[in-house]
């Protein structure tokens, strides 16, 4: 089951690759704004509570789908953009084991425990 998992969501991260490729910005951006939703980790800093909130909110996939929605219908290339790399990057996160995040602490995943 995990395989399957995995390569389900290598597929979406491809998916977002090809999004992407459908937008007027050259490739290095991907690879510049991959990382950005991590930048949500900083809520740890402050308690386990707002780390997880800030993390899973820049980690949800049904967000970054409508971010990029959003952005289809006013034409505008930033939302899409952002849409996209929020999508991407959640499912690149999940294929290497990054689950959303339970409050007791940041290696506590819906996905498992990180490092067991």
Known sequence: MKTIIKL???GMLLLGIYLFSLLNYQWWWFL???LAPDLSMTGYAFNPKIGAFLY???H???LAILVYIVGCYLKTEPLQLIG?????HA???RFFGYGLKYEKGFKY???GEIGK
């Not at 996209?84 to 991407?88: E, K, R």
């Open 8 to 10: 389900e969501e290598l």
């Open 32 to 34: 510049v704004f991959i």
């Open 56 to 58: 899973n909110v820049f």
């Open 60 to 62: 949800h996939k049904g």
């Open 84 to 88: 996209i790399m929020l999508f991407s």
């Open 91 to 93: 499912a690149m996160d």
């Open 109 to 111: 995943t819906h996905l």
